[in-house]
């Protein structure tokens, strides 16, 4: 919703313009951009050349403040993951959003953020709704609200394909984001749930990009099963050498994701 310009204009009767205007967007179902046309179409031609400037500016700080990135953290919490190792995910999380870089990046891409944790092919929790950032205290309540976060699976099984299409639906809330990511994080590969591979392309069909951080204990398994069979063909995997790394690693895949946004 367009707030009503607190002005007057001489020989405009700005309340009638601006329903004017938006009936004719209303019923065309047009974006913004024929909303202003609308408006226009309304002006006599006296008033076209006062009225449009304006209307310029309201498109262009309606348009600056969109939504650039929708972002789900998908968390690992299976059987693998320790209460030690659960710690160190959640406030290596909490820390990346403390980041300056982060917290800018953020807030000019007008950043929505939602955390899940996964397990088992019936175990995914959503334990941070969407949050729309629009300010610095937005990425600190978020933080705050990361590092509190209780740990809500145990003594259960790896499927990354459930929780990839439980994280797709989540999508519906946002869809006024330009892109829609899924950062998975996990430790090991599936032993549980359908095919991680045909998930993935169900992602890739409806325009969502999957990155992963792939937490290693000896080797590059996990990394190349991520490589292989979890990411989009847009999507990069980060490799941690055990959760030790993981602080660093959601760091700079976080500010990898919203480089766009920072130019």
């Given amino acids: 919703m367009?707030?009503?310009?607190?002005l007057s204009l001489p020989f405009i009767n700005v309340d009638r313009l601006l329903a004017c205007g938006a009936s004719i967007f209303t019923r065309l179902k047009q974006p913004l951009?024929?909303?202003?046309?609308?408006?226009?179409?309304?002006?006599?031609?006296?008033?076209?050349?006062?009225?449009?400037?304006l209307l310029l500016c309201i498109g262009l700080s309606g348009a600056a403040r969109a939504c650039d990135t929708a972002l789900m953290l998908a968390i690992d919490v299976?059987?693998?993951?320790?209460?030690?190792?659960?710690?160190?995910?959640?406030?290596?999380?909490?820390?990346a959003l403390e980041d300056p870089d982060i917290i800018e990046a953020m807030v000019q891409g007008q950043v929505a953020?939602?955390?899940?944790?996964?397990?088992?092919?019936e175990r995914q929790v959503l334990t941070t709704p969407w949050t729309r950032i629009t300010a610095p205290a937005d990425v600190a309540a978020l933080s705050l609200d990361a590092r509190l976060t209780q740990r809500q699976i145990r003594l259960s099984d790896t499927a990354p394909a459930e929780a990839i299409?439980?994280?797709?639906?989540?999508?519906?809330?946002?869809?006024?984001?330009?892109r829609h990511i899924i950062d998975v994080s996990g430790d090991g590969t599936p032993n549980?749930?359908?095919?991680?591979?045909?998930?993935?392309?169900?992602?890739?069909?409806?325009?969502?990009?999957i990155n992963g951080i792939a937490i290693e204990s000896l080797g590059v398994a996990?990394?190349?099963?991520?490589?292989?069979?979890?990411?989009?063909?847009?999507?990069?995997v980060i490799t941690a050498r055990g959760h030790r790394e993981y602080p660093g690693a959601i760091r700079r895949k976080i500010l990898r994701e919203l480089s766009r946004v920072m130019g």
Avoid at 2 to 6: D, E, F, G, M, Q
Avoid at 192 to 209: C, D, F, K, L, W
Wanted: proline content about 2%.
């Fill in 2 to 6: 367009l707030r009503k310009p607190a």
């Fill in 33 to 53: 951009g024929c909303w202003i046309g609308g408006i226009v179409a309304c002006c006599t031609m006296r008033h076209r050349t006062l009225i449009l400037p």
């Fill in 78 to 95: 299976s059987n693998s993951v320790d209460e030690a190792e659960y710690r160190l995910q959640v406030d290596g999380l909490a820390d």
């Fill in 113 to 121: 953020i939602a955390v899940m944790q996964w397990s088992g092919a």
């Fill in 165 to 178: 299409r439980f994280a797709l639906l989540q999508f519906a809330e946002v869809t006024d984001c330009a």
């Fill in 192 to 209: 549980a749930g359908s095919e991680v591979a045909v998930a993935r392309n169900e992602a890739e069909r409806q325009g969502v990009t």
């Fill in 222 to 236: 996990i990394s190349g099963f991520f490589g292989r069979s979890l990411i989009t063909r847009d999507g990069f």
